[in-house]
């Protein structure tokens, strides 16, 4: 048994499965240049202390700001389902996003400038 | 399809079994937030949620001070329960209010440093993600660092969040003084000189005493560090563990269950060569866990084969980087958490219980256990107050499905051990069991007396926990 499985697609599966920490899958993440921050200060603080920390990192699986590319299959779902994804949270996203005082207005606005919008 | 998903395919069907199981883990009994209402203005009301989403509330107001003077005037005026809310990532009912949420977001930044103390004050609602930098281009550096960098100081401290090390104390045994902004307005300033008592009381502070709006940090200067990750039989790693422990700067080890390997994470400080951490594995790595638990969680024997023969040929892995890149890993698989902080000579015992627990009951479990070390200290609500080094035993569940079977299953092998829970995660301990762990208990509970006697503070969690009705 444990022959035959050694040499199944079972195993390499599972090779893959557990060493996922040591074969780095490629992310499929383009190097995205950080896009100059919102024009409106108070967009711009409220970026910085929320949402910058996952959109900036490459390390996270969060589409990141400026990558007009990555976002635009999320802005065509329409900009209902991104801001009640936001709320609710989706995927890695918790919910609120980071924001804990955030209102309607303030997700569009962030998603907007994110998106390259 | 890509590689790794054409062979995650080709597992069921060489397992031939179906794809999902029909059982839901429990996700009905999952408590929903509210859907949105909408407010006079005709635009959505938004409940608060915590990270995992198990906790929720639809607070009257959400309030953003934007300074200590309007900070002040809320907590006087502001309807109650007051709750601070620093990133939301605690899974305990801390924070949720049904009047005033506050947003500490504008109490943030490196106010000022001294590079003779190696000390720095920040604002209380800096994230940890934002501390790295700042303190690293000033020569400064946190000693310890938890799992993630999304909490708050202020949040982080008010839960003895904590990393792992035994000579690394929890994140609030290396507050020197901070700043509170109590329940009547007040602004007071503590520390071990001034107002000793509030200050050994408002380190671990739940949020009840008032709000922090600044704290001063004994740091360290700006290190590299190697963080290297290996996996090896699980029996060598626990008979080992103290070893390790003690050779390593920070050490903790995660059991995966139905594996007969588990993983040990040591990082040190180096001069070698910048090699940075590649992209985040562990978020895929679980979900590729669930997904065999949905094939083959009624046959244990092979899933625990093919899991062991699959990380056979596991390769360490290691990276050096500047210590705030190497401390947190990125966590985007959502769950609940229950952490249970034990005395160091309780640590394998419960351990060893825990795991024949899952091995036996918990055939649904796939989420790794992590176990780790903390020195101890003397905040008069810290888990870790009276011993020289605590251990704890962090187990997680799936934020799709329900937590309170498993952790119900777990919890009471702690207790003949007096296990201390971590204030933000999940448990059911009474504040009479609760007393009964912390000789300073009443020591806080008069302190909160004394800064908030109305009870502006507390929500019903937070009464409940501290035995007021
Ligand atoms: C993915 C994940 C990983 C984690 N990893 C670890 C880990 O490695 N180690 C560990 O120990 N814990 C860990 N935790 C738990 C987490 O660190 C704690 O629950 C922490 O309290 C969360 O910080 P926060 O900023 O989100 O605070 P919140 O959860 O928002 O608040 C926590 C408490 O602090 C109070 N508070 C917030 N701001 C203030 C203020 N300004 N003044 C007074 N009180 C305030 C709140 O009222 C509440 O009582 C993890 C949690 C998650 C979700």
Same mark, same amino acid.
């Given at each position: 048994?444990?022959?035959?499985?050694?040499?199944?697609?079972v195993?390499?599966a599972?090779?893959?499965?557990?060493?996922?920490?040591?074969?780095s899958?490629?992310?499929?993440?383009a190097?995205?240049?950080a896009?100059?921050?919102?024009?409106?200060?108070a967009?711009?603080r409220?970026?910085d202390q929320?949402?910058?920390?996952?959109?900036a990192s490459?390390r996270t699986g969060a589409?990141?700001?400026?990558?007009?590319?990555a976002?635009?299959?999320?802005?065509?779902?329409?900009?209902?389902?991104?801001?009640?994804?936001t709320?609710?949270?989706?995927?890695g996203?918790?919910p609120?996003g980071?924001?804990?005082?955030?209102?309607?207005d303030?997700y569009?606005a962030?998603?907007r400038?994110?998106?390259?919008? | 399809m890509n590689?790794?998903?054409?062979l995650?395919?080709?597992?069921?069907?060489?397992?031939?079994?179906?794809?999902?199981?029909?059982?839901?883990?429990?996700a009905?009994k999952?408590p929903?937030?509210?859907?949105?209402?909408?407010?006079?203005?005709g635009?959505?009301?938004i409940?608060?949620?915590?990270w995992s989403g198990?906790?929720f509330?639809?607070?009257?107001q959400?309030?953003?001070?934007?300074d200590?003077?309007?900070?002040s005037?809320?907590?006087?005026?502001?309807?109650?329960?007051i709750?601070?809310?620093?990133?939301?990532?605690?899974?305990?009912?801390?924070?949720p209010?049904?009047g005033?949420l506050?947003?500490?977001?504008?109490?943030?930044?490196l106010?000022?440093?001294?590079?003779d103390?190696?000390?720095?004050?920040?604002?209380a609602?800096?994230?940890l993600?934002?501390?790295g930098?700042?303190?690293?281009?000033?020569?400064?550096?946190?000693?310890?660092?938890p799992?993630i960098?999304?909490q708050t100081?202020a949040?982080?401290?008010g839960?003895?969040t904590?990393?792992?090390?035994?000579?690394?104390g929890?994140?609030h045994s290396?507050v020197?003084?901070?700043?509170l902004?109590?329940?009547?307005?007040?602004?007071?300033?503590?520390?071990?000189?001034?107002?000793?008592?509030?200050?050994?009381a408002?380190?671990?502070?739940?949020?009840?005493l008032?709000v922090i709006?600044?704290?001063?940090?004994q740091?360290?200067?700006?290190?590299?560090?190697?963080?290297?990750?290996?996996?090896?039989?699980?029996?060598?790693l626990?008979?080992?563990?103290d070893?390790?422990v003690?050779?390593n700067?920070?050490?903790?080890?995660?059991y995966?269950?139905?594996?007969?390997q588990?993983?040990?994470?040591?990082?040190?400080p180096?001069?070698?060569p910048?090699?940075?951490?590649?992209?985040?594995q562990d978020?895929?790595?679980?979900m590729?866990?669930?997904?065999?638990?949905?094939?083959l969680?009624?046959?244990p024997?092979?899933?625990?084969?093919?899991l062991d023969?699959?990380t056979?040929?596991f390769?360490?892995?290691?990276?050096?980087d500047?210590w705030?890149?190497?401390?947190?890993?990125?966590?985007?698989?959502r769950?609940?958490?229950m952490?249970?902080?034990l005395?160091?000579?309780?640590?394998m015992?419960?351990?060893?219980?825990?795991r024949?627990?899952?091995?036996?009951?918990?055939?649904e479990?796939f989420?790794p256990? @992590?176990? +780790?070390?903390v020195? *101890?200290?003397d905040?008069? /609500? !810290?888990?870790f $107050?009276?011993h #020289?080094?605590?251990?704890?035993i962090a187990?997680h569940?799936?934020?799709?499905?329900?937590?309170?079977p498993?952790?119900?299953s777990l919890?009471?092998?702690y207790?003949?051990? @007096?296990? +201390?829970?971590?204030w *933000?995660?999940?448990?059911? /301990? !009474?504040?009479a $069991?609760l007393? #009964?762990?912390y000789?300073?208990w009443?020591?806080?509970?008069?302190v909160?007396e004394?800064?908030?006697?109305?009870?502006?503070m507390?929500?019903p969690?937070?009464?409940?926990?501290?035995?007021?009705?």
């Amino acid at each position: 048994m444990k022959k035959s499985l050694g040499n199944s697609a079972v195993v390499a599966a599972l090779v893959v499965i557990v060493s996922a920490c040591g074969n780095s899958a490629p992310t499929g993440k383009a190097q995205v240049t950080a896009p100059p921050p919102p024009q409106d200060a108070a967009l711009a603080r409220l970026y910085d202390q929320t949402c910058r920390a996952c959109h900036a990192s490459s390390r996270t699986g969060a589409p990141m700001a400026g990558d007009t590319a990555a976002w635009a299959p999320r802005m065509a779902q329409g900009m209902d389902v991104l801001v009640e994804h936001t709320i609710n949270g989706y995927n890695g996203m918790p919910p609120l996003g980071a924001c804990m005082d955030c209102s309607e207005d303030d997700y569009v606005a962030l998603i907007r400038y994110m998106a390259g919008q | 399809m890509n590689r790794r998903d054409l062979l995650i395919s080709s597992v069921a069907a060489a397992t031939g079994v179906g794809l999902a199981g029909c059982d839901d883990h429990g996700a009905s009994k999952l408590p929903q937030a509210p859907a949105p209402t909408t407010g006079p203005d005709g635009k959505r009301l938004i409940p608060w949620q915590n990270w995992s989403g198990y906790q929720f509330g639809v607070p009257v107001q959400r309030l953003v001070p934007k300074d200590e003077a309007e900070l002040s005037d809320i907590m006087r005026h502001a309807p109650g329960p007051i709750r601070p809310v620093g990133a939301g990532h605690s899974f305990t009912a801390l924070v949720p209010t049904d009047g005033t949420l506050l947003s500490l977001r504008n109490f943030s930044g490196l106010l000022s440093h001294d590079q003779d103390s190696m000390t720095a004050r920040l604002g209380a609602g800096t994230r940890l993600g934002d501390v790295g930098p700042m303190l690293d281009e000033v020569g400064q550096a946190l000693a310890n660092m938890p799992d993630i960098d999304s909490q708050t100081l202020a949040g982080a401290i008010g839960t003895a969040t904590h990393g792992t090390g035994a000579g690394l104390g929890a994140l609030h045994s290396y507050v020197k003084a901070l700043r509170l902004v109590t329940p009547r307005g007040e602004i007071i300033d503590c520390s071990a000189e001034q107002n000793p008592e509030v200050f050994s009381a408002a380190k671990v502070s739940l949020g009840s005493l008032g709000v922090i709006t600044q704290m001063t940090l004994q740091n360290v200067p700006t290190h590299r560090l190697k963080r290297r990750s290996w996996l090896a039989p699980i029996d060598e790693l626990i008979d080992n563990f103290d070893q390790l422990v003690s050779e390593n700067h920070s050490f903790e080890m995660y059991y995966i269950p139905f594996c007969s390997q588990a993983m040990a994470v040591a990082i040190n400080p180096t001069d070698e060569p910048m090699q940075p951490r590649g992209p985040e594995q562990d978020n895929d790595a679980v979900m590729q866990m669930k997904q065999l638990r949905d094939w083959l969680s009624w046959w244990p024997g092979m899933r625990q084969r093919l899991l062991d023969m699959a990380t056979r040929d596991f390769e360490p892995e290691e990276a050096v980087d500047v210590w705030y890149r190497i401390f947190p890993s990125s966590r985007e698989v959502r769950f609940n958490e229950m952490e249970y902080h034990l005395p160091s000579e309780a640590l394998m015992p419960a351990f060893k219980q825990v795991r024949e627990r899952i091995e036996s009951q918990h055939h649904e479990e796939f989420f790794p256990v @992590e176990i +780790r070390v903390v020195r *101890g200290d003397d905040a008069m /609500l !810290s888990p870790f $107050q009276g011993h #020289a080094v605590s251990s704890s035993i962090a187990v997680h569940r799936y934020h799709k499905e329900d937590p309170l079977p498993y952790f119900a299953s777990l919890e009471p092998i702690y207790q003949p051990y @007096e296990g +201390r829970p971590h204030w *933000g995660k999940m448990h059911t /301990l !009474s504040s009479a $069991q609760l007393a #009964a762990r912390y000789p300073r208990w009443k020591d806080f509970l008069a302190v909160r007396e004394a800064l908030d006697p109305d009870g502006r503070m507390l929500n019903p969690y937070l009464r409940q926990l501290f035995g007021i009705s």
